[in-house]
């Protein structure tokens, strides 16, 4: 059995939607500070857009600022007779400045792979660097989830797994048009099977795993109680419609500093600890706390997040006198 690698740490907390087909939103996403910004082709743009809307993106893509983010486009799933024009139109217009497709509704490994050939035959024919953008797997109806083991092993371009709630709800059945809000009458949470699956798939993949939109855009004790929700699980991030959520998202999905110093704090006297100077012990008391190899490897989650956060250190480590 092979270890799984370590997750691609691009920061994702705070992903945010735009509508490929609105120039006056395209550009003003140039100006916001989410980790990644999408350009959608999907469910945001009416189907007597969708051609427009490619070449509003492929232009944004080229001629806009988008330094310090990763860049997206969403295009049409393959139920749609879209997908391959959406596909071929964005990589070969902007395939340099574009770091991820993202597919949504995504229903089985084989919609994965399918995408994956054709990226590879249009990185190919336009002297792009085979294999480097990279796909995200919307996760948006049952038969996905199902799948979703599957689909997360499909293919090395793929970075993570989305949930889409809105599609998800429509797809079982739940009974609240409140998108990410609890159905009334149920005394659970009705989203912790779901997110669960969807993470753990994530994790043993060494895929990111990202909560979809809240669309109670001017309700932002709503959006923080379903991001905690997911945050608290260990989600990375989290779609973003507005700018109002984008700060809540960056503050939402990272650790705290006192977390992310802790967390630096066990990874050096964890290293110190197994060093001959340490005296090459394997369980050792970190103030009032004893630690081992199992409390490296959560602090190095907690710290890998602190560090694609852009958080710096505030305390440092001293070795403790023998
Ligand atoms: C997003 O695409 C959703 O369906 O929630
Ligand atoms: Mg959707």
Known sequence: ????????LRPRRSCLAV??????????????PADLVFLDLEDAVAPSAKEEARRLVVAALNEGDWSGRTRAVRVNDWTTHWTYR?????????????????????QSAEQIVA????????????GLEAGRIGIEAQVENAR??????????????????????????ASIAMRTLVVG??????PADAYHHILMRILLAARAHGLQAIDGPYLQIRNPDGFREVAGRSAALGFDGKWVLHPDQIEAANEIFAPSQAD???????LDAYAHALSAAGGARGAVMLGEEMIDEASRKMALVVAGQGRAAGLTRTSAFTPPAR
């Open 260 to 266: 992310y110093d802790h967390a630096e704090l066990i």
């Open 115 to 126: 995408l994956d050939l054709l990226l590879t035959q249009i990185e190919r024919a336009v």
């Open 1 to 8: 059995m092979t270890a799984v690698p370590p997750p691609v």
């Open 86 to 106: 959406d596909v071929i139109a964005v990589v070969e217009g902007a395939g340099a400045r574009l770091d991820c497709l993202v597919l949504p509704k995504v």
């Open 144 to 169: 996905g989830l199902l799948e979703v083991e599957a689909i997360a092993a499909a293919s090395p371009r793929l970075e993570t797994l989305v949930f889409g709630p809105a599609d998800f709800m």
């Open 181 to 186: 809000e609890q159905p009334p009458g149920y």
């Open 19 to 32: 509508p490929g087909s609105n120039p006056r939103f395209l550009e003003k996403a140039q100006g916001l």
